[in-house]
């Protein structure tokens, strides 16, 4: 399945998992949860996750290097500061973090189940992806931050 690698434009991969939510909680309504404080704890994810996302874009452009997900190989600099200290992959965690925020305002059990479907496609088709070409490109660099630094949040 090495052909699913790389291939999705993850910002489609978050509308796509959105969309499921939104579609799996109107079809399966006897799955809604009934969570209290849903739209202050949605909020409250959605702008965590949407500021982890910024942050890391952020960190990428101060090291002039890619932000393009599909073109891994274009990296040109291992960016190992600000949130990248947290996390080495504060975009994804990001986007995760939207999607729990999301799957609160639905209030549907199928929404929580697409965020974990969102992170373990994301996990294996992007992340293990990407850093197969950081551990090429840096070498005992990459792997001394894969020891000290979380793959999510």
Known sequence: MRWLENRIPPPLLLGLAVGLQWAGARAIESLTLGLPWRLAVSGLLGAIGIAAMAWGVLEFRRA???????????????????????????????????????????DNLVAFVVVLAFGLFIDRFQIVPEERVLRARFGNEFEDYRRRVRRWI
């Open 64 to 106: 002039r290097t890619t932000v393009d997900p599909l073109h891994p190989e274009k990296v040109s600099a291992l960016v190992k500061t600000g949130i990248y200290r947290l996390t080495r992959n504060p975009m994804y965690s990001g986007m995760a973090l939207v999607l729990f925020g999301s799957a609160a305002l639905f």
